[in-house]
């Protein structure tokens, strides 16, 4: 597959295939930590104290509502009450859904790596109003503006092919590797759940190991 451009951000979701999203669940898979561990060819982004007793890894997609409810809902609790404090280290991996995911995955990504979870947040609180665009193009530019990207720079970001390729690789790891087939899935030192989960829920998680 070819990096994005104008044309295929406007495309949103048809511009690629979707995977099906399934109802939420709690699942209690394991994967292997040790293989979960492993980053991708980009590089993992990573929050929280290396030595924290908990690692949760989320596979996510922005465009996916369930993530935004998440981020919405359940995120800044929850990084004030266990990243924060140093109880859990938060690894995000993207797991892009469509056109306009991998754009937006690209973008942070393209962004200063001090701010990459500051764009993560800036599209996950604003995910409404620009997936409902009519202009999907001019939505996300207005918002990568915000960023501090340029019509320029947001345009080479883009169209930056080892970057997409490298979103796609961790994808589709993800997928083949960790049965991974819809978004947000989590794993909380290797124990699969997936869903928008709730404070509540996922600390019924973190307490098996704290």
């Known amino acids: 597959m070819k990096a994005l451009n104008r044309r295929t951000v ?9 995977l099906t999203l399934p109802q939420f ?18 590089g993992d982004k990573i929050l929280g104290d290396e030595n924290a007793p908990v690692t ?5 997609s922005m465009t996916c509502p369930h993530c935004g409810r998440f981020h919405r809902n359940t995120w800044v609790a929850f990084k004030e009450k266990y990243i924060d404090t140093g109880k859990v280290r938060f690894i995000f991996r993207e797991f892009p859904l469509d ?45 990568a503006r915000q960023a501090g990207f340029s019509k320029e ?18 994808k589709n790891r993800g997928s083949r590797k960790f049965g991974i087939t819809g978004t947000p ?17 996922l600390e019924s998680y973190l307490q098996l190991h704290l």
């Open 10 to 18: 406007l495309a949103g979701a048809a511009a690629l295939p979707v």
């Open 25 to 42: 669940a709690l699942a209690q898979d394991a994967a292997s930590e040790e293989d979960l561990l492993v980053a991708g060819p980009l």
């Open 56 to 60: 949760v890894i989320e596979y996510a």
């Open 99 to 143: 056109a306009s995911a991998f754009a937006v995955a690209m973008l942070a990504r393209c962004a200063p790596a001090d701010r990459f979870f500051g764009v993560i947040d800036l599209f996950f609180t604003t995910q409404e109003a620009w997936l409902q665009s009519q202009d999907r193009y001019n939505a996300l530019l207005d918002l």
């Open 153 to 170: 720079s947001f345009d080479a970001c883009l169209a930056n092919q080892a970057l997409f390729e490298g979103l796609n690789e961790v």
């Open 185 to 201: 899935t989590f794993f909380i030192n290797g124990t699969k759940a997936v869903g928008a989960l709730t404070l509540e829920e």
